[in-house]
């Protein structure tokens, strides 16, 4: 069988060594964690390097001449050289680093939507957005009198490509939609998307947050101008996340935010010289050790190999899907064709947040509720679903303990 | 089974949840109140009809919930039907230092009756709101605010 034959290449069982927490108990079950796509869980090779780090060559950055300062520079500097790989980017100085995708798209709405947009100007949304990618625009939105307008999905979660390419016009100016979404696992086509927004002359600010962790991403081939995402979604640590922008979108952006390091010069006499790209923008003492276990993150997933990976979780979706399409009474909300792993479901006249309570006590923990994407929600007019999504470290077994417990929860509330 | 599902999912409960009782809009009421979950999207109407003397005369309650707060509030409807606001505010207290482990009902008196069987959310620090929902709604509603959410 050819999923057999995949399964022979990718070695699972060796994999989840690396990952201490996938041997805990929850109760006195063993924890079956598939809740990815809220935040992954971290190999020791990623945690190795804050100790590391702090044992090692702890010392604060582009500071000091000492030997530490000088280590932890570098060691800083490399990871961005890195993501610009990872991504695919042309230049390292078009990769700066922020707190995570939410902080990035704050910049972006702050740094180029308050300089580069006028009132009347139009930023489409998707209506899967999470919640960091409408939230940022909406306040910008207010302060400016800019008009959002949403690109509508399908029922099965696919972006309505007919009536983005209606909705664009030369008042389009920025076109904000997620590579993968978080709630319901759809790809969405962001090089045609590029293509469209800059045929009128927008830009795109891409919400990459789920789509890295699963699969190939090249921002110059898309040619997406902005692109974001965060290291704790990606075996990473939480606080620490990227910003990709176009360097001329970057040049042309005033700072984010003031303080040390995002400077050249300061006096009172002769004013205030800011930095150069990407330091403009990284104001104050990063998250170094992050930064670095973002670095040995990307390093473990190149190491197994993002094809073998998207592959795999593949596979283990489609598994999953079969199984759960089984259940009496199950509604998988998000069945695009192309789609990341995640399966987020509702069960006819059951909670979603009594499943995931019921799961918990079966040692498998899913994420209940809207997701940060209530506009979904209203879109499929439902409150909330139950979202099992997963990580290449995750299996079958796993899978069927998923399934298994959700047949108990229909025992106890069907 | 697991014992906290036990513990949490009781037959009274799974049965409220089913079948709720007082479930239905009043329209002649003298309290109104919207209680909102922002956390789980759920949100309830409780509907309430004061009598001159104090006592809560009927009481209802609409909307969509998990079986907690659904059976929660069915069970609350129940319990205070008849009784005074006073006697309402006391249980409410209870009901709420029980949900958040100020009360441990073992320990000491309380009138909770069944109600003490959602001692268990204790645990669950996540669901505490759950089954807290209709109790913050009929204190809201006691004190003449018309909406309240437990963010």
């Given at each position: 069988m050819f999923a057999t034959q995949q399964d022979h290449h990718f070695d699972v069982a060796s994999i989840r060594?690396?990952?201490?927490?996938?041997?805990?108990?929850?109760g006195d079950k063993p924890l079956v964690y598939l809740d990815n796509a809220a935040s992954s869980q971290m190999p020791v090779q990623v945690m190795d390097a804050f100790a590391q780090y702090h044992s090692g060559y702890h010392s604060n950055v582009h500071?000091?001449?000492h030997t530490l300062s000088q280590e932890a520079t570098d060691a800083f500097e490399k990871v961005r050289f890195k993501v610009q790989r990872f991504i695919g980017?042309?230049?390292?100085?078009e990769i700066v680093y922020t707190s995570g995708a939410t902080d990035s798209i704050n910049l972006i709405a702050q740094a180029y939507g308050r300089t580069f947009l006028e009132k009347g100007d139009e930023i489409l949304i998707s209506n899967m957005e999470h919640h960091a990618n409408i939230v940022p625009w909406h306040m910008l939105a207010k302060e400016k009198n800019l008009v959002i307008r949403v690109i509508p999905i399908t029922d099965e979660g696919t972006l309505d490509m007919d009536a983005f390419d209606r909705m664009l016009?030369?008042?389009?100016k920025v076109v904000a939609v997620n590579h993968v979404s978080n709630a319901l696992g759809t790809i969405n086509p962001i090089a045609e998307i590029s293509r469209k927004a800059h045929a009128v002359g927008a830009i795109t600010v891409i919400d990459g947050a789920q789509a890295v962790p699963h699969m190939n991403v090249n921002v110059s081939e898309a040619d997406c101008d902005f692109y974001v995402f965060s290291a704790h979604k990606m075996m990473g640590p939480t606080g620490t996340g990227v910003l990709y922008g176009k360097i001329e979108h970057l040049e042309a952006m005033p700072p984010y935010r003031g303080g040390g390091d995002m400077i050249l010069s300061v006096s009172f006499d002769t004013g205030i010289t800011y930095n150069e790209?990407?330091?403009?923008?990284?104001?104050?003492?990063?998250g170094i050790a992050q930064v670095i276990m973002m670095g040995k993150a990307i390093d473990y997933m190149l190491d197994i190999g993002r094809d073998k990976i998207q592959l795999y979780e593949n596979e283990l979706l489609e598994y999953a899907t079969n199984r759960m399409r089984q259940i009496d009474g199950i509604r998988i909300i998000g069945t695009a064709p192309q789609k990341a792993s995640v399966l987020s479901f509702v069960l006819d006249g059951i909670h979603p947040h009594d499943i995931g309570t019921i799961l918990d006590f079966h040692g498998v923990a899913v994420r209940s509720g809207h997701h940060c994407a209530q506009p979904v929600m209203e879109r499929y007019g439902i409150p909330a679903t139950t979202r099992a999504s997963f990580a290449f470290y995750n299996t079958r077994d796993e899978v069927d303990a998923l399934v298994k417990a959700i047949h108990e929860v229909k025992e106890v509330l069907g | 089974m697991d014992t906290r599902m036990k513990h949490l999912y009781q037959e009274l409960i799974i049965d409220h949840n089913k079948n709720?009782?007082?479930f239905r809009v009043m329209e002649e009421f003298s309290h109104e109140s919207v209680g909102n979950n922002p956390l789980c999207g759920d949100k309830m109407i409780l509907y309430l009809k004061i009598n001159d003397e104090n006592i809560i005369e009927d009481i209802s309650f609409i909307g969509d919930g998990c079986a907690i707060s659904k059976a929660s509030s069915s069970m609350m409807t129940t319990a205070i039907k008849g009784k005074s606001i006073a006697q309402a505010r006391a249980l409410f207290k209870d009901f709420h230092d029980m949900s958040t482990g100020k009360l441990d009902i073992a320990e000491h008196p309380h009138q909770l009756g069944k109600l003490a069987i959602f001692a268990g959310v204790r645990d669950l620090p996540a669901r505490v709101k759950c089954a807290t929902l209709a109790w913050h709604t009929l204190d809201a509603a006691l004190k003449g605010e018309q909406e309240i959410t437990t963010e």
């Amino acid at each position: 069988m050819f999923a057999t034959q995949q399964d022979h290449h990718f070695d699972v069982a060796s994999i989840r060594k690396d990952f201490p927490i996938l041997a805990r108990q929850i109760g006195d079950k063993p924890l079956v964690y598939l809740d990815n796509a809220a935040s992954s869980q971290m190999p020791v090779q990623v945690m190795d390097a804050f100790a590391q780090y702090h044992s090692g060559y702890h010392s604060n950055v582009h500071r000091g001449v000492h030997t530490l300062s000088q280590e932890a520079t570098d060691a800083f500097e490399k990871v961005r050289f890195k993501v610009q790989r990872f991504i695919g980017a042309r230049s390292e100085r078009e990769i700066v680093y922020t707190s995570g995708a939410t902080d990035s798209i704050n910049l972006i709405a702050q740094a180029y939507g308050r300089t580069f947009l006028e009132k009347g100007d139009e930023i489409l949304i998707s209506n899967m957005e999470h919640h960091a990618n409408i939230v940022p625009w909406h306040m910008l939105a207010k302060e400016k009198n800019l008009v959002i307008r949403v690109i509508p999905i399908t029922d099965e979660g696919t972006l309505d490509m007919d009536a983005f390419d209606r909705m664009l016009s030369k008042n389009t100016k920025v076109v904000a939609v997620n590579h993968v979404s978080n709630a319901l696992g759809t790809i969405n086509p962001i090089a045609e998307i590029s293509r469209k927004a800059h045929a009128v002359g927008a830009i795109t600010v891409i919400d990459g947050a789920q789509a890295v962790p699963h699969m190939n991403v090249n921002v110059s081939e898309a040619d997406c101008d902005f692109y974001v995402f965060s290291a704790h979604k990606m075996m990473g640590p939480t606080g620490t996340g990227v910003l990709y922008g176009k360097i001329e979108h970057l040049e042309a952006m005033p700072p984010y935010r003031g303080g040390g390091d995002m400077i050249l010069s300061v006096s009172f006499d002769t004013g205030i010289t800011y930095n150069e790209v990407p330091q403009k923008f990284e104001a104050g003492t990063p998250g170094i050790a992050q930064v670095i276990m973002m670095g040995k993150a990307i390093d473990y997933m190149l190491d197994i190999g993002r094809d073998k990976i998207q592959l795999y979780e593949n596979e283990l979706l489609e598994y999953a899907t079969n199984r759960m399409r089984q259940i009496d009474g199950i509604r998988i909300i998000g069945t695009a064709p192309q789609k990341a792993s995640v399966l987020s479901f509702v069960l006819d006249g059951i909670h979603p947040h009594d499943i995931g309570t019921i799961l918990d006590f079966h040692g498998v923990a899913v994420r209940s509720g809207h997701h940060c994407a209530q506009p979904v929600m209203e879109r499929y007019g439902i409150p909330a679903t139950t979202r099992a999504s997963f990580a290449f470290y995750n299996t079958r077994d796993e899978v069927d303990a998923l399934v298994k417990a959700i047949h108990e929860v229909k025992e106890v509330l069907g | 089974m697991d014992t906290r599902m036990k513990h949490l999912y009781q037959e009274l409960i799974i049965d409220h949840n089913k079948n709720p009782r007082n479930f239905r809009v009043m329209e002649e009421f003298s309290h109104e109140s919207v209680g909102n979950n922002p956390l789980c999207g759920d949100k309830m109407i409780l509907y309430l009809k004061i009598n001159d003397e104090n006592i809560i005369e009927d009481i209802s309650f609409i909307g969509d919930g998990c079986a907690i707060s659904k059976a929660s509030s069915s069970m609350m409807t129940t319990a205070i039907k008849g009784k005074s606001i006073a006697q309402a505010r006391a249980l409410f207290k209870d009901f709420h230092d029980m949900s958040t482990g100020k009360l441990d009902i073992a320990e000491h008196p309380h009138q909770l009756g069944k109600l003490a069987i959602f001692a268990g959310v204790r645990d669950l620090p996540a669901r505490v709101k759950c089954a807290t929902l209709a109790w913050h709604t009929l204190d809201a509603a006691l004190k003449g605010e018309q909406e309240i959410t437990t963010e």
